[in-house]
């Protein structure tokens, strides 16, 4: 099985392709890329995707499927299955993150067969396609029944995506936060929820834990666990932050990926093997960036690939690896950093 990372700056696009390149599985697609990823399926000669899953509306994740969507009409595609949240209306503050443009045509593209769309709440049940099995661990029925009103939750409903090869796994948490993270752990045992190769949700932003008392903070009802205890569950042997430098035009709007993940995921993979990667070099990634990012705060990185479009190779018996070609490139990047903070 075959796992692509996209570079498309500041969002998410992921691509599962199953043994023998039989069939692909996209998941988020942000403003933008809709064009370059069928451009990448075809340099490749791999098919338009069959599965879609939809993690959430926002921009970044979700503007790009206009293009895929207007491609796969005009292909007379059909979608085998459809993960998303919101197939019906969606709120006007939703709309503004380009979710009802994709909620309409998606519906188009389904022509009104209601039996391949699958919304989080329905998805219980994992589903096999050559082979690779998808599985949604996140939000439950219960959860939107309960919060997918509530605009401030749009994040934590995001659809975490389970996906077994074998004895190798991936786990896709989209934009997940520390409640939609605790419910996760609460949830699932560690084998359960344990995974060979690991997107960082949030494109590597962390999440508080703590109150200013020093005690454990809660939401909703829900204790929030640290981002390390969400990794040691996780257990991952590569990880993966997808985050732009340009971040919409100005580092400092987010300030992605988070210093503090940098750490712990540096830490966990030193300790435990395997490694993480980044698409791209941002001012958290080296020393002498961030140096020159606090002396212009008007400063905006050029945009720097690190690993770029990045391709991890899952086989059935839990072997997991970067490709040859991609990982070279990174260590090229890498070994040009003065103080890289993805080194050990």
Partial sequence: MEVVFLD??????????????????????????????????????????EVICISHLHDDHVAGFAAIFRHLIEREICVERVYTNYVGPTTHKRSKH???????????????????????????????????????????????????????????????LRVDYGKSSLLLPGDIGGWAASCLLSRYESPRLGATLMLFPHHGAGWEYMTGTGAPATQHGQQIVSPADFVRAIGPTWSVVSVGSENDGSWSTYGHPGQAVLELLREWHRENGGGFVCTEVTPRCDGDIRQRARAD???????????????????????????????????RVVDGLPHPQCRG
């Fill in 98 to 160: 380009g979710g009802q443009a994709v909620v309409q045509q998606l519906r188009d593209l389904l022509d009104d067969e209601q039996d391949r769309k699958r919304d989080f709440r329905s998805a219980e049940a994992p589903y096999d396609l050559d082979g690779v099995t998808l599985t949604v661990l996140h939000p439950d029925k219960f959860d939107l029944e309960e919060h997918q009103d509530r605009n401030d939750m749009l994040n934590d409903l995001s659809g975490v």
């Fill in 297 to 331: 705060s008007a400063a905006v990185p050029l945009r720097v690939p690190c690993g770029g479009s990045i391709q991890f190779n899952l086989g059935p018996d839990g072997s997991v690896s970067m490709d040859p070609t991609i990982q070279s490139k990174w260590q």
């Fill in 8 to 49: 498309v700056g500041h969002g998410c696009c992921t691509l599962i392709v199953t043994p023998r390149k039989r069939r692909v599985v996209l998941v988020d697609c942000n403003a933008g890329a809709g064009p370059g990823t069928i451009r990448y399926l075809d340099e490749r000669n791999l098919p338009l995707p």
